[in-house]
Every structure is written in C-alpha cells, then in structure tokens.
C-alpha cells in the first residue's frame, strides 16, 4: 500500500509538472508561434507552397514550381515537388529580441525530398533522356515573413539523388524564393514572460 501511494503521488506531481510546463510554454492549446496553414506564391521560381503548423515548431510544407537539380551526373531542369519536414530552432530567441515570429519567420532544419518528373523536364544533360530523378536529403533554411505578405526562403544543404531510369549520386541543394503569403498571418507582438 505504501509504494502504491508513493507512486501514486509521484504520477500525480510529474503530471502536475507537465501540465504547468505546458501551460507556460504553449500558452494555450495548438501551437503558440507557428501559423497553422500558410498558402504561398512563389515569384522567383513561379509555383505554389503549402506549409502546415504540426507540433509547436515544427511543420511539414510541400511545393510545386519551376526547380534545378544538380549532382554528379549532371543537370535537370523542369517542374519539381519538394517537400520538407521542418523544425524551427530559434522562435524563441527571435521572441525574446523582439524579432518578427508571424509567418513562420525563423531559422529551420529540414528534412527534404524533391521529385523531378521526366514529363514536366524542360532541360536536362542526363542520358537516358526519359527518367525520373528524386532528391532525400537534409537543409538548413532561413525564412521571414513581412507584414505585407512578402515571404523570402532560402535554404543550403546536401543528398542523394535518386535516378529512376538514370545514374544515382550526390550533390547539393540550394534554393532561393520569393515570394507572396495569401494566407492571413497571426499578429504577434513580443512578450517577456
């Protein structure tokens, strides 16, 4: 009965403890400083870009547009999906300086996949000429949001690129967008808790 208790009251004040830590770092239910849906369009590479708020600094994005794939076998340019598992890092710290955090404005690691498809292709020098080439692999991006909706990305990191119909290997990866949020934006003054 005595350990029953001692465990029974150790539960109760590590859920206690959860509870309190939550409330005070989420502030409520959802997440705090991440915009639950933001609807992009891309300028510099025309497309369009979908970003979902999962988890309290983390999202999961996907886009459509105009991209280059560069690796060891050579070059494909054409219409691309990418997609990226995003975990933003400095939310915080941009808070507490009093930086803009609306429109997911931070600095984030990622998890990327692109898909080049050989239909959509506009150049290339990889033989065969018909093939699909995929990239996995990890970035480090930078993304800000102003009030007026503009929205610059950029993002440098490296992979595999997966041929499907051609030769495999490793490269780069580096992007730049701008871009317009037609989605509205969370105002968000700084607080000092």
């Known amino acids: 009965?005595?350990?029953?208790?001692?465990?029974l009251i150790l539960v109760f004040t590590a859920t206690f403890l959860s509870v309190q830590?939550?409330?005070?770092?989420e502030r409520g239910s959802g997440p705090i400083v991440l915009e639950k849906h933001q609807l992009r369009f891309d300028l510099l590479s025309p497309g369009i870009s979908y970003e979902i708020?999962?988890?309290r600094n983390q999202?999961?994005?996907?886009?459509?547009?105009?991209a280059t794939a560069t690796y060891e076998e050579g070059y494909a340019f054409g219409l691309a999906m990418n997609n990226r598992?995003?975990?933003?890092?400095?939310?915080?710290r941009r808070e507490e300086l009093g930086k803009r955090i609306s429109g997911n404005s931070g600095n984030y690691i990622a998890a990327a996949q692109a898909i080049f498809f050989s239909q959509l292709r506009l150049a290339t020098d990889i033989e065969p000429d018909d093939y699909n080439l995929g990239f996995y692999g990890v970035v480090y991006g930078i993304q800000r949001t102003y009030d007026n909706g503009f929205n610059i990305n950029v993002e440098l990191g490296g992979g595999y690129?997966?041929?499907?119909?051609?030769?495999?290997?490793?490269?780069?990866?580096?992007s730049i967008n701008f871009g317009w949020v037609a989605?509205?934006?969370?105002?968000?003054?700084?607080?000092f808790d």
Do not use: E
Request: hydrophobic share 25%; net charge positive.
């Open 59 to 66: 999202t999961v994005s996907t886009s459509l547009g105009l």
């Open 183 to 191: 989605t509205k934006r969370k105002s968000r003054k700084p607080s």
């Open 161 to 174: 690129y997966r041929g499907d119909g051609a030769p495999s290997g490793y490269g780069p990866l580096f």
């Open 21 to 25: 830590s939550q409330r005070i770092s």
């Open 85 to 92: 598992y995003r975990y933003y890092h400095n939310f915080k």
């Open 1 to 7: 009965m005595r350990i029953k208790n001692r465990l």
């Open 53 to 55: 708020g999962l988890f």
